[in-house]
Nanobody, 118 residues
């Protein structure tokens, strides 16, 4: 089993920044794409940013120009640098990874709370 552990969430004022980190751990696995998703209260989970193993990125329109996703393959870690945060960014942020043990499957972290105050 692969475990994803997020860190870096917290409370920040509008206009501030946070950097989320997510590290995958386990034994004898490989990782393809990784990404960040978020879920605000009473809303569906949405994609925030994804990054392939080769470094190709995609962003939700709402975060383009403000958020940057990156990864360190040697550390099995994906990052989300969040700048110019807005109250509407408030949500639980979940790390996602496509990992292979015997088969490719989706793994999710437990989530980290990001709260942006007005």
């Amino acid at each position: 089993q692969v475990q994803l552990v997020e860190s870096g969430g917290g409370l920040v004022q509008a206009g501030g920044s946070l950097r989320l980190s997510c590290t995958a751990s386990g034994r004898d696995f490989s990782i393809n794409a990784m990404g960040w998703y978020r879920q605000a209260p009473e809303k569906q989970r949405e994609m925030v940013a994804t990054i392939t193993s080769g470094g190709s990125t995609n962003y939700a329109d709402s975060v383009k120009g403000r958020f940057t996703i990156s990864r360190d393959n040697a550390k099995n870690t994906v990052y989300l640098q969040m700048n110019s945060l807005k109250p509407e960014d408030t949500a639980v942020y979940y790390c996602h990874a496509e990992c292979k043990l015997r088969y490719w499957r989706d793994y999710w972290g437990q989530g980290t709370q990001v709260t942006v105050s007005s």
